[in-house]
């Protein structure tokens, strides 16, 4: 008899799991008619029904969430050191330019031009560093946010989340940000709407 009631129950599990996969489905092709026409041409059927079957339990939604929360502290972290850098920049320049407003002031006026073209000449060579300096801070900073992008792609395919896999192709990841969008929609629905809807 339990073996009867077991079946019941897994039976009725299995109805509840494809009625969910269902709503999940449908949600998404709802959603996808949002997207620009080349992108909905790119989403099939197999590949919308095979994102809902990985959002069916829900842990899709909590690692999309976590990656988010991780991407945005990274984001605030190298946007914070380019912030220190160019305060770093704005001190060197104005202590540059004190000093050479002092030397200028005790400077013999005959001395004046030649003092003015080696201050411009120490000028160019600080301009020039900062230059440098901000232009290897920006590589750091794309080279990073490559890493993360690549850190979550790596992720969400060993999830089995459809359409995710390590890739630079610029085709590609627009896609993906349009899934990662999709799954994210479907999030808030379903905080609007409650679990039971979805």
Known sequence: MDRYAAAGDEAAERARQQERHYQLLSALQSLVKELPSSFQQRLSYTTLSDLALALLDGTVFEIVQGLLEIQHLTE????????????????LRQTLRQKHLEAQQSCRPHNVPVLQAAQQRELEAMEHRIREEQQAMDRKIVLELDRKVADQQSTLEKAGVAGFYVTTNPQELTLQMNL???????????????????
Do not use: D, P, T
């Not at 190298?78 to 220190?84: F, G, P």
């Not at 808030?188 to 809807?197: D, L």
């Open 180 to 198: 990662l969008e999709l799954i994210r929609k479907l999030q808030q629905r379903g905080c609007q709407v409650g679990k039971a809807a979805l």
């Open 76 to 91: 605030k972290s190298l946007y914070n050191q380019r912030l220190r850098l160019q305060n770093e920049h704005r001190v």
